[in-house]
């Protein structure tokens, strides 16, 4: 028997970027840099984290709460977590 693990998202959203509050359709269970750049945004522990030059593609598997506009030179956009489901084939 094998169990596949899938990280599965059921929305990518356009982020509004804010130096002085959340996006308020958020928070997002990770981000997905649709143009290259820079990302700084708050982690869902309060951690402020900058990126250099993510290409695009570039899907980030971490908590956000928060996509700064200072700071922030890439386009993202705010992943949207499904509920986890297991699956298991035999």
């Known amino acids: 028997m094998t169990t596949i693990l899938a990280r599965v998202y059921d929305a990518a959203i356009a982020v509004s ?3 002085s509050v959340a996006d ?5 269970a990770g981000l997905l840099v649709a143009a ?3 990302v700084k945004f708050t ?3 309060g951690n402020t984290v ?7 593609g570039t ?4 908590a956000v709460s928060r996509v700064w506009s200072t700071g922030t030179s890439a386009t993202v956009y705010g992943l949207r977590a499904m509920p986890f489901v297991p699956r298991v084939s035999s």
């Open 17 to 19: 970027a804010s130096d």
């Open 24 to 28: 308020p359709q958020g928070p997002f």
């Open 36 to 38: 290259a750049g820079t």
């Open 43 to 45: 982690d869902s522990l």
């Open 50 to 56: 900058v990126t250099d030059s993510l290409a695009a």
């Open 59 to 62: 899907e980030l598997r971490v």
